[in-house]
């Protein structure tokens, strides 16, 4: 399931807000733990060729920590560093944009055990930059991009929590 939303902003904008739920059949803890995998991230991600290059470059990220990461989107090489802000394992995590291309992004990550099965639940709000052109271009294509992204990563950390591929990331 997901939803495209956009939420007040400044200057009377609404900035996009990504809402996603991803059913995973497996413990709430394995799950938490994947979606702060740094490695994990990176082979999510490999479209991309994300990695982490400052900060935080393997293992799993915790409260305060930041990660630079360097991938290609777009066709242009770029690096964004995010902080992790908020912890409250294994129920949410949030990570902040303190430096990169956008003006702003903040991904909410909650989990949410039912039964056999884990809810995984992002909320991915965001801004770019560029005034009126970043706005255009939120709505014309950059929102559809960043949903495709995290429904991919999505997948593939539901498919290493449930086959034995989370082994290779969690000790």
Known sequence: MGRRIFVAGGFGFRMPLIRLETRIAAPVDRVFDLARSIDA?????????????????????????????????????????????EMNRPEMFVDEMVRGAFSSIRHVHRFEQKGDLTLMHDEFQFSA???????????????????????????????????????????
């Open 129 to 171: 930059p560029l005034g009126i052109l970043g706005r255009l271009a939120e709505v014309l294509f950059l929102t559809r991009y960043m949903e495709r992204f995290l429904r991919k990563r999505n997948a593939v950390l539901k498919a290493l929590a449930e086959s034995d591929g989370w082994r290779g990331f969690l000790q």
């Open 41 to 85: 991230h990176s082979a999510s991600t490999t479209g991309t060729d994300e990695r982490a290059v400052a900060g935080r470059t393997s293992g799993l990220i915790e409260r305060g920590e930041t990660v630079t990461w360097e991938a290609r989107h777009f066709g242009v090489r770029q690096k964004l560093t995010s902080r992790i802000t």
